[in-house]
């Protein structure tokens, strides 16, 4: 499976973006989507994450800001993010895990990142 992130750029602080992931290849059933991001030094945390079902999760710093989506049929993941502060600023990875046919184990995949800039 390939994750194909894009969406990033460079914002002024107060202003919106929306990023895109979308996996392809061998899907047979993905699970949880996500986005994580990881800034100049910093380890890469969490921003949120959403089930197959529609269940979301948010990392505190972004609640009522971000808002993440899945289309199910084009197996895509979005992130809408307003309000964006300089403090968002880092390299945003797309994920998403399937139950592999079978086996009996999940496997994880990353995208290859995105950049997020926000000025001050």
């Known amino acids: 499976v390939q994750l194909q992130a894009s969406g990033g750029g460079l914002v002024q602080a107060g202003g919106s973006l929306r990023l895109s992931c979308a996996a392809s290849?061998?899907?047979?059933?993905?699970?949880?989507m996500g986005w994580y991001r990881q800034a100049p030094g910093k380890q890469r945390d969490l921003v949120a994450t959403?089930?197959?079902?529609?269940?979301?999760n948010y990392q505190d710093s972004v609640k009522g800001r971000f808002t993440i989506s899945r289309d199910g049929a084009k197996n895509t993941v979005y992130l809408q993010m307003n309000s964006l502060k300089p403090e968002d600023t880092a390299v945003y990875f797309c994920?998403?895990?399937?139950?592999?046919?079978?086996?009996?184990?999940?496997?994880?995949?990353w995208g290859q990142g995105t950049q997020v800039t926000v000025s001050s």
């Open positions: 290849g061998n899907i047979f059933r993905i699970n949880n």
């Open positions: 959403i089930t197959r079902g529609g269940i979301t």
């Open positions: 994920n998403a895990d399937q139950s592999v046919p079978l086996s009996g184990r999940s496997d994880v995949y």
